[in-house]
């Protein structure tokens, strides 16, 4: 789910785990600063500032990599901003299903939650979703 604000992530084993991207924002033309939360039971994390540089490969790109092997790959994939505050690390489950699972950290902490997406055309949405975001186009 998105709207112009913010890009919701749900998870479909368990619709209480998720990730939301939110309170984008830019001081120049070549960075995007955004927040991330992570919810599950008995966990709420938040990270005001990730940064996003227009220079490097943003997380859109990943996604859609992902969105393009729909049909399965082996072992881990993964996905970090440059300070590491957010990672993401993808795995590929029979069935068509793509575990993503959401790092963040700051300051001496960490917390991580996995949602389960279909391979495919909601990784695919959610690429989209991500890269009007990080380009504010709403």
Known sequence: MTSSES????CQDHAAVGVTFRDRFSFDADSVHYAVEL??????????EVVSWIWDSDLAPFL???AADYRGWEGERSWRTDDADLTVAAVFRSGGYVGL??????GGWGASVTTW???GEQVAAL?????????GER
Do not use: H, K, M, Y
């Open 7 to 10: 890009v919701i992530i749900r």
């Open 39 to 48: 919810r599950a039971p008995g966990l709420n994390a938040r990270v005001d």
């Open 64 to 66: 859609e990599g992902l």
């Open 101 to 106: 699972t959401w790092t963040a950290s700051g």
């Open 117 to 119: 997406l279909e391979a």
């Open 127 to 135: 690429a989209a979703d991500i890269r009007q975001f990080l380009r």
